[in-house]
């Protein structure tokens, strides 16, 4: 049993729902998990008996510093269960200050999440960081003050508290690998300060950070080659893997770990619900490995969720870790520690694997992919989402591109090509992210509706690339709205935003393509959206639709009910949400033509087509004179079965 179902048990046995002095099941809490802490603690740290008494005061100081409408809500979530499995949670991720002026304005734009549907928001970094180049808002100066052009600490403490009010959840980014080279412990250390100096890697030549460089790999090969850089001041190399203005952090000193799990408990006290691990598979680093998805990262993210539950046990973590789909799995814990790592992780493989299939409109290799990947434990959920801030990786496992009869190396440059304009037929307007000349390896970025043609179709005034694309938007959302998780709309995405291509004439964005997807809100579009014959209001109102029907049908609650059913026709991508009684089917059709499946392989996998309708469109589903299921290009269909 996870730590999480332990802690709801024991409440279950005399129900508190309210705090009036202290939580009194906090020392309940600690007890069940002291001794995985113990055991999690000792085992990065074995010869370290006073820095585990410093943390074991932490967790006291800490849960005393915790708010009392916070604790409220920590009882509420335990009494709850799985809260953060539910289908009513729909999200979206957006820049403060490029969907709104700031935090006092975003408050103000409540409404219009509320219209949508929206009731869960990952606001991109909003802290102190460095003027100029400064990753996005990732190089962080500090962990929960809130940078001057967003606001005060006041004015995101009321938002927290006016999305509360609406049920509103709110993530944040913990970015627990690096600081910048201006946060306090940098300074300290580029001054001299030895014990600082330790909570980086930092050497005084190059003989180790050499050693580590034969089998670490480049992050970004172009702007950031190479893990180390040489600190003047300092006179050392530093480890750092992103960006040289980004240090990583030495957690094989204990000190670290405590230092950042106080960062992390002040971040929540802020009225955050749900805390994103930023690049959390590179948290140990071990010379002769690649230094990412380490068994210690694991141990150690395992230990900061430990905590976390004993002190603040209705936040939740998400691991951001984008890598192998097999490997993902490990950070909801594995073994000992299976369901006592992250509760969330991002769904990274069914994001790539659509585009995939977007792109050679065929559903073989997402179906094959999908069934490849073991079931995640019960208790744990995905991010579903098309888009986000960050590029698209192609981490296809080449045994299975070899499986379609397909070239690896060849198949992954067709995708960067259909992708990048470099195909004369492609609808596709994107821009390559970190090309590697070296293996041929890069990267796609652009916005989802430049992506799937909207700007090829305005761009040329072709209606009919214009309505194909406005189906394909809507078929791709359709499917990470109903498939088993939380979906993760990006801003812009639920207008059709474009790509934005001023980033170029930026000093500080020029060099990152990836900043063509981070375009500013278009609210005079919005006020546009009652005209429904556009292309912003039909993408806005299907989206809507969707979202109401998610709601409405509780089989769409994750709860490992999901079905992948490889279909016969190797357009089509169907599965199945599962219920006792009846199921909700999702059929879509990746193909530019009329596809069809027939009734004999439908009621061979238990969809029995009698009195069926397309709760999307809201027409009966009938088989034609063939007995086959008709499907238009790039339809997607929710359908209901007893």
């Known amino acids: ?45 074995p010869e370290s008996n006073n820095a585990f008494k ?48 700031d935090i006092p304005d975003l408050e103000t734009k409540i409404p219009y999440f509320e219209k949508l549907g929206v009731n869960y928001l990952h606001l991109m970094p909003i802290t102190t960081r460095p003027k100029g180049e400064n990753d996005g808002g990732y190089a962080v100066n500090s962990y929960h003050e809130i940078d001057p052009k967003y606001g005060t600490k ?36 580029a001054a001299g300060n030895k014990e600082y100096q330790e909570y980086y890697y930092t050497f005084p030549n190059r003989a180790i950070p050499d050693q580590y460089e034969q089998t670490m790999p480049e992050i970004f090969p172009e702007s950031a080659p190479g893990n180390f850089t040489y600190n003047e001041a300092m006179g050392s190399w530093v480890m750092t893997c992103f960006n040289k203005y980004q240090w990583d952090l030495n957690y094989k000193n204990p000190l670290v ?111 094959k992919s999908l069934m490849e990947i073991p079931s995640k434990p019960k208790n744990a959920t995905w991010i579903n989402y098309i888009r986000c801030h960050d590029d698209i990786g192609l981490g296809y496992d080449d045994e299975f591109i070899w499986a379609m009869d397909w070239d690896p190396y060849n198949h992954r440059k067709f995708l960067l090509e259909y ?7 492609t ?43 406005v189906s394909k938007i809507l078929m791709l959302h359709g499917i990470i709205l109903s498939y088993g998780g939380i979906p993760l709309i990006y801003a812009g995405d639920e207008i059709g935003t474009l790509n934005d291509y001023s980033f170029k004439d930026n000093d500080d964005y020029k060099d990152d393509s990836r900043w063509v997807n981070r375009p500013i809100q278009d609210w005079g579009v919005v006020k546009q959206l009652t ?54 089917w999702v059929f879509s059709n990746f193909d530019k033509n009329l596809q069809a499946i027939s009734i004999a392989w439908l009621q061979s ?20 004179a063939y007995n086959n299921m008709q499907i238009a290009p790039y339809q997607h269909l929710w359908i209901v079965t007893e």
Request: include cysteine.
């Open 1 to 45: 049993m996870n730590q999480a179902a332990l802690h709801q048990l024991l409440m279950s046995r005399k129900q508190v729902t309210e705090i009036t002095t202290e939580d009194p099941y906090y020392e309940q809490r600690l007890a069940t998990n002291l001794s995985l802490i113990s055991s999690l603690f000792f085992s990065l740290y």
């Open 54 to 101: 410093k943390l074991v005061s932490k967790l006291d100081e800490l849960f005393k510093e915790r708010p009392k409408v916070l604790k409220n809500l920590d009882l509420e979530r335990l009494n709850a269960g799985n809260w953060y499995q539910s289908e009513q949670l729909v999200g979206m991720q957006l820049y403060v200050d490029r969907f709104a002026k």
């Open 154 to 189: 006041k004015d995101f403490e009321r938002f927290t508290k006016k999305a509360r009010s609406k049920n509103m959840l709110l993530m944040l980014d913990f970015v627990v690998n690096h600081t910048s080279d201006e946060f306090v412990w940098a300074k300290e250390a």
């Open 257 to 367: 770990f405590i230092a950042m799990l106080d960062n992390l408990l002040k971040l929540a006290n802020m009225g955050v619900d749900v805390v994103r691990f930023d690049a959390l598979a590179f948290l140990w680093k071990k010379l002769g490995t690649q230094s990412q998805n380490l068994p210690e990262a694991h141990q150690l993210i395992s230990l900061f969720r430990m905590c976390l539950q004993v002190i603040a046990p209705g936040v939740i973590l998400l691991a951001e870790a984008i890598v192998a789909p097999k490997n993902i799995l490990k950070y909801f814990g594995e073994d000992g520690l299976e369901g006592n790592e992250c509760e969330v992780a991002y769904n990274a493989s069914l994001m790539a694997l659509l585009w995939n299939s977007v792109a050679t409109t065929k559903t073989s290799l997402l179906h």
């Open 419 to 425: 992708y990048t304009s470099n195909l004369a037929w």
């Open 427 to 469: 609808p596709a307007r994107g821009m390559m992210f970190m090309y590697n000349p070296k293996n041929g390896d890069g990267r796609i970025t652009g916005s989802t509706a430049s992506l799937l043609g909207l700007e090829k179709g305005i761009y040329e005034n072709n209606h009919t690339i214009i309505k194909t694309a």
């Open 531 to 584: 005209k429904r014959d556009t292309y912003n209001s039909q993408i806005f109102n299907g989206l809507q639709k969707m979202i109401k029907l998610r709601k409405a049908l509780p089989l769409l609650a994750d709860t490992n009910n999901l079905f992948i059913h490889p279909s016969a026709n190797p357009h089509i991508f169907v599965f199945e949400r599962k219920g006792l009684k009846n199921s909700v």
């Open 605 to 624: 996998v238990g969809f029995n087509l009698e009195n069926n309708k397309d709760l999307i469109s809201d027409l009966m589903i009938l088989p034609d």
